[in-house]
Structure formats: structure tokens, C-alpha cells
């Protein structure tokens, strides 16, 4: 199988970063190819700007650097997204990446006034990273709104129904969480199928 990895972590030093390595390595082993897209170190540009509003408006094709990544999305049979979590969310590139990338007409389209998803139905891992504990993410709500916002706001509304979300926390707690954090993320690689 071919994973595709959205990072949206720039520092190679990050615990994302080995998240991604662990992760890569599980994969690899099990014998899937792995391609990785690195935001920042593409310099992707996350804002949404004329080029992309003259598509929307159909007065200019889609811009090339999104139909790349779109063209990659499209070869992979699975889709994983690795993030730090920054203020209950994705980082800004990767949320404008999803705005700029997951457009109408390849990701949705509207038909009789209702929204169709029309992405292919893989897979799509998510690891985010967090240095918060579980006990406080759950009670503030953080799994129910992460689960309106992205599995269901951004995912499902696109046709995606395979989503399987992985929240590695209190990386800040000491090396026994980390440790727990790289061992799932290798595994979560070895075992896709």
C-alpha cells in the first residue's frame, strides 16, 4: 500500500518529527511505500488567496501546487496527517493546506442543494500530539469538539468515513509517555492494511 504523510511539524528535533519517523518505520516494515509531504519544508502557503478564490469563481484553473497535492492524495490508499496540537486544533499550515487542498469539485461538490462528498473512502490515520493529559482534554470536551471539527467537519462531509484518530498526550510528562506515544505510533504503521 502507499501511506501518504501530511507533516505539519517543521522542526526535525520535534516529538511530531518522531512520531513520523516511528511511524514510517512501522509502515516500511510491513512492507507499505511511504511518501511525506513536510508543509513547511515545501513552503506550501497556507493562505487562501486570489489564485484560489479565481478557481472557486471557475475564472482560473486549480493552482498547481494544490493540484500536486491533490494529485498525490489521490495515489495514496491511505492518508495520515501527523500535527502538534495548537489550541485544540491543527497547526495553521496544515488547517490552510485542508482549506486550500480539500476544495469543490475534488473534495465535495454540491448537488440539489445538498453537499456530496466526493473523495475516495481510504483510510486516514491522525496523530495529533498534545501536552496536555487525557484528563483534562476530556474534561473540557476536547474529544467532542475534535470530533465535530475534523472527523466529522472535515472528513465525513468529504465522503470519508475511515477515520481513525489517534491523540498521543502528556508529551511534556516524561519519557514513559513518550516512549509509550513512539511504540503506538510504530505499531499503528505495521498494522495498517
Not at 511525506?36 to 498547481?64: M, W
Not at 501527523?82 to 465535495?108: E, Q, T
Request: proline share 5%; charged share 20%; aromatic share 12%.
Amino acid at each position: 500500500m502507499k501511506i501518504l504523510i501530511v507533516q505539519a511539524q517543521p522542526d526535525p528535533a520535534s516529538f511530531s518529527a518522531a512520531i513520523e519517523t516511528a511511524f514510517v518505520r512501522g509502515a516500511e516494515a510491513a512492507g507499505h511505500s511511504v511518501d511525506t509531504i513536510n508543509l513547511v519544508n515545501e513552503g506550501f502557503s497556507p493562505c487562501f488567496g486570489q489564485p484560489d478564490l479565481d478557481r472557486y469563481h471557475g475564472k482560473a484553473p486549480v493552482p498547481d501546487d494544490v493540484r500536486d497535492h491533490q494529485t498525490r492524495v489521490d495515489a495514496a490508499d491511505v492518508l495520515t496527517l501527523i500535527f502538534p496540537i495548537y489550541w485544540w486544533s491543527f497547526p495553521a499550515i496544515l488547517k490552510g493546506w485542508i482549506d486550500r487542498v480539500f476544495i469543490s469539485g475534488w473534495a465535495f461538490r454540491y448537488e440539489e442543494g445538498k453537499v456530496v462528498g466526493t473523495m475516495r473512502d481510504i483510510p486516514v490515520y491522525l496523530l495529533g500530539v498534545g501536552g496536555g493529559s487525557n484528563d483534562g482534554y476530556t474534561k473540557h470536551g476536547y474529544y467532542t469538539a475534535f470530533d465535530a471539527q475534523v472527523t466529522t467537519g472535515i472528513f465525513k462531509f468529504c465522503g470519508i468515513r475511515r477515520i481513525h484518530t489517534h491523540l498521543l498526550l502528556d508529551v511534556e510528562s516524561g519519557a514513559e509517555y513518550r516512549d509509550a506515544h513512539l511504540e503506538t505510533a510504530a505499531e499503528l504503521g505495521r498494522s495498517i492494511t
